[in-house]
């Protein structure tokens, strides 16, 4: 363990490690994206796709192992001892930190699939990372608004067949899609001026959920509602923090929910009673999950307090 060691040297480690671990990583991963480009063969194709996600499963491994030699972290997760690698999800999550995308990595790696996002059409053209993310069959949306349908309505619906479209490679192996409810990091400046009904959580989305649910709610098995805390951290809490081992623990809370019945094919824009069905969904999974995290916060207070009195006597 490094972790002896300043926080800023272990910090100026972590991130000299995570850059070569990426460095190498991509660099075989575009060998094969290059390979999969040149290859019109439909069923190589997929193939490649696979090896594609194990180099990418080979990334997080190395990641993992980055934060065991270098942190002290104690791992606070229940939840996930009844999950299947072989089966669909839609994991939904609160949004604390950058550093919960390497969490969810490192507490659901061989446990469920390799965790995608959707992410809008423009981002293809990203130097590098747009590659990246086609290679590894992130889907990709082209979203109208209201107000572009109301001037070209014979374009309605043609995002949401878009969409199920490039979610039909995803019927023949499992995948897991992600989604941050907030859409931002919490913080308290977001919090109050977004006047949120919540302690501890912004406002969720639910147009996301929506089209998820209505692009591949006929193939996911399970919708995974998960709760990251990192209770001896005031929010916000940097990627930094991370990288020196400034968090102390992190706690991580998965339920296991069904998928909503009738909800595949359905257009949130244009459905009134599926836009309040799936806002409805929504708002009562935040409204417990607020719940859920206040009683993370205050056992983790109630256990400092009998600590440092224990300590005193």
């Known amino acids: 363990m490094l972790n002896s060691l300043p926080s800023s040297v272990v910090g100026g480690l972590s991130l000299l490690f995570l850059s070569l671990n990426t460095i190498l990583w991509c660099s075989i991963l575009f060998l094969f994206v290059f390979i ?16 594609l996600i194990l180099i990418a499963t080979l990334w997080i491994e190395g990641n993992s192992f980055l934060f065991r030699i270098t942190h002290k972290v104690h791992w606070d997760v229940q939840g996930i001892e009844h999950l ?47 590659m990246a993310w086609w290679a590894l069959d992130f889907p990709f949306l082209k979203r109208y608004s209201r107000q572009f349908l109301a001037k070209h309505p014979e374009l309605r619906g043609k995002d949401l067949e878009a969409t199920r479209k490039s979610c039909e490679k995803f019927k023949s192996f499992p995948v897991s899609v992600m989604n941050f409810l907030e859409g931002t990091r919490f913080d308290f400046q977001k919090h109050q001026k977004q006047n949120s009904p919540y302690l501890h959580l912004l406002l969720p989305r639910a147009g996301g959920v929506a089209l998820v649910f209505s692009s591949m709610g006929d193939i996911l098995s399970n919708v995974l509602d998960v709760t990251i805390v990192y209770p001896e951290n005031e929010p916000p809490v940097h990627f930094w923090d991370l990288l020196t081992g400034n968090i102390p623990r992190i706690t991580v809370r998965v339920k296991i929910l069904p998928i909503p019945e009738n909800v595949v094919g359905v257009n949130y824009e244009e459905d009134k ?23 993370i916060m205050t056992e983790c207070v109630v256990s400092s307090t009998k600590h440092e009195s224990f300590i005193k006597h």
């Open 36 to 51: 999969k480009l040149i290859i019109p063969h439909a069923g190589i194709r997929d193939q490649i796709s696979r090896l």
């Open 84 to 130: 299947n690698s072989k089966r669909s999800y839609l994991v939904v999550s609160n949004h604390r930190s950058w550093a919960d995308i390497f969490v969810l990595q490192h507490i659901f790696k061989h446990r469920i699939p390799f965790l995608k996002f959707f992410l809008k059409k423009e981002l293809i053209w990203v130097p590098l990372l747009g």
């Open 273 to 295: 009673a599926f836009r309040q069905k799936i806002q409805q969904w929504v708002n009562q999974l935040w409204h417990e999950k607020d719940q859920q995290i206040e009683a």
